[in-house]
């Protein structure tokens, strides 16, 4: 059974996905019309699908395998754990070494005033933590009545009722009737699409004191937290200007609310250094992390805590915990994928290296007629389609039509790259070669020249 995958033709492959798996954000109906692709191995950079087509994947997965694929070591270390202590909980005053030895590493790598993390298996149950732990932070202060945390529309924390109401997209607050109470949102810090006439740095403070203005109209005293995403991901990679976070950081710490930088996309290297809040020059009381933490090797997140809310925390018993919080598999597996990162320099070679490259490279794409803005931050990078590169006009035609018809052509030009509406986006592994780059931009140049043509053979160049 389990050789499954390697025996069967891709369209038996794909009936059988159809007729008994659903997929996530997918209509499974859609799907079923033409097949899943299906991805069989993996190396490097390099995925190979079940026809044998290889493709550099410019998304690590779904932006977590920082290391790259097929690192030898994370298996043995996973099955050398599962030998030795497949599972046990850390619940009732209890603890196992896996656990242990990564919480410390954890604290290692992280700024000097977060020493404690709590843990889950995601991002989203990381998230749904930090709701429940800020409201009880607050409530353990004497100050039950805080508890309204801002968020920014087209913010993305995940799936679960709690996180997806701490994001801002609005197709997933229509399915089940979302936000949860006492999560108010703000708008985001995307210039290109809302900048106008300011300049970026005049809009990133325009858009920070919408964080004031929140905290005004509600009063300080019921106001828990704030939290984004360092640069947005999934909203398209939003590079925020540079007086954004510091402002940002300004207010809450004027107004006494805390912090939270969800870290889960940002973390363990992406930006260029350990975590993105290092890169946008910021101090969160609470960092969300996921995704890289294990390179997506196993399912594992956490939410990392400064020694102020980890103190008031540990003084109280926090009635929350999921089954598998600090599973020792996962753990053991984060904790190699961290000493790998570490030891063989990886984030210091995207700070010092492949990043530099990588923005040199990327940012020719801009001259691409249509191409509105590119830009990167360490590897995570998107370009806006443009009918009209010099307004930075969007399409008349419906968001995401240019988007999906150039994702399409990347596909057959042998480049996984996502987009987000009109935007396409990259966060390839962290051990992406310069050549391995060269590829990248060339296959995204070719898959661009591509929806060029395509949209004005189809009339769709017309500005909206
Ligand atoms: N926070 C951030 C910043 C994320 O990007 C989560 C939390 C939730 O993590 P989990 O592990 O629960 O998925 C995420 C996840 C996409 C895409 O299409 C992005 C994510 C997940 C799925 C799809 O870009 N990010």
Known sequence: MNMLTNHLPTDELQKLDAAHHMHPFTSGTELAGKGARVITRAKGVTLTDSDGNEMLDA????????????????????????????????????????????????AELTPPHINNVFFASSGSEANDTNIRLVRTYWAEKGHPEKKIIITRHNAYHGSSVGSASLGGMKPMHAHGGLPIPDIHHIDEPNWYAAGGDMSPEDFGLERARQLETAIEHYGADRVAAFIGEPVQGAGGVIIPPETYWPEI???????????IADEVICGFGRTGKWFGSETM?????????????SSGYAPIGGSLLSDEVAKVMNDCDFAHGYTYSGHPVACAVALENLRILDEEGIVDRVGSE?????????????DHPLVGEARIIGLMGSIALSPDPANRAPFKADTGTAGLICREHCFNSGLVMRHVGDRMVISPPLVITKDEIDTLVDRAWQALDKTHKDLKDKGLMEAG
């Open 59 to 106: 998304m690590a997965g779904l932006w977590c395998v920082n290391i790259g694929y097929g690192r030898d070591e994370l298996a043995d270390a996973a099955a050398r754990q599962m030998k030795e202590l497949p599972y046990y909980n850390t619940f009732f005053h209890t603890t196992h070494v896996p656990a242990i030895a990564l919480s410390q590493k954890l």
């Open 249 to 259: 950081e300004r207010i809450c710490r004027k107004h006494d609310i805390l912090l």
């Open 281 to 293: 020059g910021i101090t969160p009381d609470i960092m969300t992390i996921a995704k890289g933490l």
């Open 354 to 366: 492949t990043a530099p490259y990588a923005k040199e490279k990327w940012e020719s794409l801009a």
